[in-house]
């Protein structure tokens, strides 16, 4: 069962556009959401995160929006730019997790030029 | 971020033989070392978590005789695969966290190809 749903699969937006990637979680107790960057036959990189007493972080062309209510938070790529064709996961921890993140299933991003 | 390494980058092997992967934190120590595992177009799924100096907590379903991980120290953790099959070919990542709150960082992976 994942505790972290992440939607949609696969995305296709022009150079210059928004790139939007959802998250829904059900476990109140996570704290901690950060977003991971993965380039085929890499790891993934930690691209920002968030805590859940705030509403938005901003990151250059990346922001994370958040809402605690709803219990989703999304990811906003800006002037999105091929070079960010990539794989993007959503995750999330609990404190006493022990640091222990579940994932969310992944987006493919595709920037067409 | 941090610095993560893993070595080999990627490793070829014959069925039936044990391959290890090192995982080293360059720049920070870790108190916990995660190891990853993920298949093509898929999420990472844990494998199991490690505490330096003590023996490691296996997900359900991860064989613990078949994927010994130590962590012998705080910038230093291992994991072999012993008596590798073709269904063990997938890509390994390990990730070294300094502690509560604190951010999480991955290394770049080992691509595990069994023959």
């Known amino acids: 069962q994942q505790q972290v749903k992440q939607s949609p699969q696969s995305l296709i937006v022009q150079k210059g556009g928004i790139s939007i990637i959802n998250c829904a979680y059900e476990n109140t107790a996570f704290d901690y959401f950060p977003w991971y960057q993965q380039f085929p036959g890499k790891g993934p990189a930690l691209l920002i995160a968030i805590r859940p007493d705030v509403s938005e972080k901003k990151e250059g062309r990346f922001t994370i929006s958040f809402n605690k209510s709803a219990k989703q938070f999304s990811l906003h790529i800006m002037d999105s730019q091929p070079g960010d064709s990539a794989t993007y996961f959503c995750?999330?921890?609990?404190?006493?997790?022990?640091?222990?993140?579940?994932f969310g299933a992944g987006t493919q991003v595709v920037v067409t030029p | 971020g941090a610095v993560v390494s893993q070595h080999p980058s990627w490793v070829i092997c014959k069925s039936g033989t044990s391959v290890k992967i090192e995982c080293r934190s360059l720049?920070?120590?870790?108190?916990?070392m995660f190891w990853y595992r993920q298949f093509p177009k898929q999420s990472l799924m844990l494998m199991a978590t490690s505490n330096e100096g003590s023996k490691a907590t296996y997900e359900q379903g991860v064989e613990k005789d078949k994927f010994l991980i130590n962590h012998a120290s705080l910038t230093l953790s291992t994991l072999t695969v012993t008596s590798a099959h073709p269904e063990d070919s997938s890509f390994y990542i390990c990730?070294?966290?300094?502690?509560?709150?604190?951010?999480?960082?991955f290394g770049p992976g080992t691509r595990l190809t069994v023959l």
């Open positions: 995750a999330a921890r609990t404190t006493d997790s022990w640091g222990k993140l579940q």
């Open positions: 990730s070294p966290y300094r502690g509560v709150n604190n951010e999480q960082f």
């Open positions: 720049d920070f120590q870790a108190t916990t």
